[in-house]
């Protein structure tokens, strides 16, 4: 598993109740005994088919096409404001419009690439190649999850076992096909993707008018191999223990010997720093030696091909076409390029996230809606105090230390209480290119000027905007986004009990894994660590058998059940944020009843709300993929969670005989 783990929640379909709408989408007709998913859900699935196309359709998607709306119609409002020079609405505003005025771009022609052509012609030795490979040591955090375009990506984290300071942590790029293995599968498939990418390199080197783009193509294709298998394996990924490799500045001539590593730390920024955690040392022990042994011609060709891919977006259209001929086409099969709107809002997210995150939040997201989910975090973090105090899997001395992690665990939501400060930053409309370029060199020096600070939890890793959650187990904290946090998800002028039994369930899903069999190796101070005893884990594995079974035994299609095991943590998860999120639901009444709604009780809405959030359309295409592939069960066996609570029997009135029921000492206890 990696440090960092994004995890796009599901949405909950709770609609306000003060409003009434839940009758629409229900089915009265159904006992909620019986098939509680159904019953919730039943008018919405007859009255939605799935839009043509789509595969699944749920109300994440719904989200999804809102916010995505909502942002469109902010970024594009911006654009025509002509704002000030130098505020944030005019920074957005004119990076959408350059990006999006393809035919300023293609009277510019290449002519954006010379200043950086001309660096790379000036190479003519290893310390000159090192110089150059250091400017390209970029920060973006999408490495940690695919491969960089540049030889080393870099990212600025507190240490592995060092929680007080910020280090960098470096790890394998370089490589333009998205898998080590399409470089070293040696099936006819994959050998096949190989030509076609050497196809795409000539055809890209013939575009900037490159001389033999056949030979250099060959060239480009076969250093990338070898650079491919420097990497580590995939299954290396899987096992953070295995990337905590502290390196000190001097390691990397003796260890990693070819690369002039004073001219590449120099030029990378890095001249002071002393300490350093490689990921993959193979990787960089292989890219190093590869800058001793390749030729300095081929490296040249590779520098230079990288360079117009890594800027085909804001290049002439016969560059982008190219780029997607190779990515969209033969990649992902996709048949149309893109809609340049949606690309450039896309674009203007990446240079300018926080940007347009407060105009999003100032819009979509007050402060008195950030105030009501962070009482809902607050009451969550309250009600997990109680359940850990209570486990019965979980030794004494290892509950001390999740109350420990529980008290320093960060949940913080909607956007941060201090925004990113773009004002070095110059966004000039006309200037595509060029705004891609400051925004990369802004962001470049915001992560390396980390370094100098002392280590903060809350730093930001996602956009206000952007419909999700992230969870950091180091540092020790959790993030839910403004636009996560909106109907029919959560509304923060609607009813607590919807709310807390959809959003707040998922977010008490995810806190689960701060102590579950992911989070157990991270300590209070995301240090790594492995602070479970032998005895705490198999009395959990043993706890969890029981739900293993439960979940075997449903088998959406009729030659096709739910591997228990697959999705074990998952449902672990669900348990422990249904069960978490009741308790904090009875904590936010203080003692008083809550009030009926449309002839339903609280408790009776907090349940019939988490049910809502399972709602799901979907091809049998994708529910089998689902099955075989997804750690996460189908929707409406996620909503039967609540066959193992208690209250939820008591609330329905749900009796031996009912489809669902289970004796008190056949329901799953772990939480
Ligand atoms: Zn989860």
């Known amino acids: 598993m990696t440090v960092i783990t994004l995890v796009v929640l599901s949405i909950a379909a709770a609609r306000p109740a003060t409003k009434n709408p839940i009758a629409d989408d229900m089915d009265y007709s159904i006992k909620p005994g019986d098939d509680f998913y159904r019953y919730a859900n039943g008018g919405w699935l007859k009255g939605n088919p799935p839009p043509v196309g789509q595969s699944s359709y749920d109300t994440r998607t719904i989200l999804a096409e809102k916010t995505s709306q909502q942002v469109r119609d902010l970024v594009q409002n911006a654009a025509s404001a002509r704002a000030t020079k130098g505020s944030v609405v005019q920074k957005v505003g004119d990076y959408y419009a350059s990006f999006l005025d393809q035919d300023g771009i293609e009277v510019k022609g290449l002519s954006p690439l010379a200043d950086e052509m001309v660096r790379i012609a000036a190479i003519t030795d290893k310390t000159s190649l090192s110089t150059y490979l250091g400017t390209t040591l970029n920060s973006e955090v999408e490495g940690l999850t695919a491969n960089a375009d540049h030889v080393f990506g870099i990212w600025i984290n507190q240490g592995f076992e060092d929680s007080d300071h910020n280090l960098p942590h470096i790890w394998q790029g370089g490589l333009g096909m998205p898998d080590r293995d399409d470089y070293l599968e040696s099936s006819a498939m994959m050998a096949e993707l190989r030509n076609q990418y050497q196809a795409h390199i000539k055809r890209a080197l013939t575009l900037i008018g490159d001389a033999y783009p056949e030979s250099k193509a060959a060239r480009i294709l076969s250093l990338e191999i070898r650079i491919a298998q420097a990497f580590a394996p995939d299954s290396d990924a899987a096992d953070v223990f295995k990337q905590n490799n502290p390196w000190k500045r001097a390691d990397f001539g003796t260890k990693a010997p070819g690369l002039d590593w004073e001219a590449y730390f120099q030029s990378a920024g890095l001249t002071d720093q002393r300490e350093f955690i490689v990921w993959q040392p193979s990787a960089v022990i292989g890219v190093s030696a590869l800058v001793r042994g390749e030729s300095i011609d081929v490296w040249k060709d590779y520098l230079r091909f990288h360079l117009v891919e890594h800027y085909a977006s804001v290049l002439p259209k016969a560059v982008a076409a190219e ?43 007050p402060p008195e809606a950030k105030a009501r989910a962070q009482a809902m975090a607050n009451d969550l973090i309250t009600a997990y105090r109680g359940r850990i105090s209570n486990l019965t899997w979980m030794s004494a001395q290892t509950k001390q ?271």
């Open 323 to 365: 780029h997607f001929a190779f990515y969209g086409t033969i990649l992902s099969g996709a048949q149309q390029m893109p809609d340049r709107g949606k690309e450039a809002i896309a674009a203007t997210n990446g240079a300018l996230g926080q940007a347009v995150g407060q105009l999003y939040t100032e819009r979509y997201f």
């Open 401 to 671: 230390k999740a109350l420990a992690k529980l008290a320093a665990l960060q949940v913080i939501v909607g956007y941060p209480d201090v925004w990113m400060d773009y004002s070095s930053l110059d966004v000039m409309r006309g200037d595509a290119f060029g705004n891609m370029r400051r925004a990369e060199a802004f962001h470049r020096l915001c992560n390396l000027s980390k370094l100098k600070q002392p280590v903060d939890p809350i730093k930001w890793p996602i956009n206000p905007q952007v419909p999700g959650a992230v969870i950091m187990f180091s540092p020790n904290a959790e993030f839910f986004s403004a636009a996560i946090l909106q109907p029919p998800y959560f509304d923060s002028e609607g009813d607590s009990a919807s709310n807390y039994g959809s959003a707040g369930a998922a977010m008490a899903h995810e806190i689960s894994h701060s102590f579950d069999e992911l989070g157990n190796i991270y300590d209070a101070q995301g240090r790594l660590g492995d602070w479970w005893t032998a005895e705490d884990r198999s009395r959990y594995r043993e706890a969890a058998k029981k739900l293993v079974e439960q979940f075997n035994r449903y088998c959406p299609l009729l030659d096709l059940c739910i591997n228990g095991k697959q999705v074990l943590s998952e449902n672990i998860a669900d348990l422990a944020g249904l069960l978490v999120a009741h308790d904090a639901y009875v904590l936010c009444l203080k003692g008083k009843s809550d009030v009926i709604i449309g002839g339903l009780s609280g408790e009776q809405r907090f349940f019939l709300a988490f049910a809502k959030r399972w709602r799901k359309l979907q091809t049998e295409t994708a529910m089998r993929q689902q099955l075989k592939t997804d750690t996460h069960s189908p929707g409406e066996y996620r909503s039967d969670t609540v066959r193992n609570v208690d209250g939820w029997y008591e609330t329905y009135k749900v009796a031996p005989g009912d489809k669902l029921y289970l004796k008190p000492e056949d329901r799953v206890r772990i939480w």
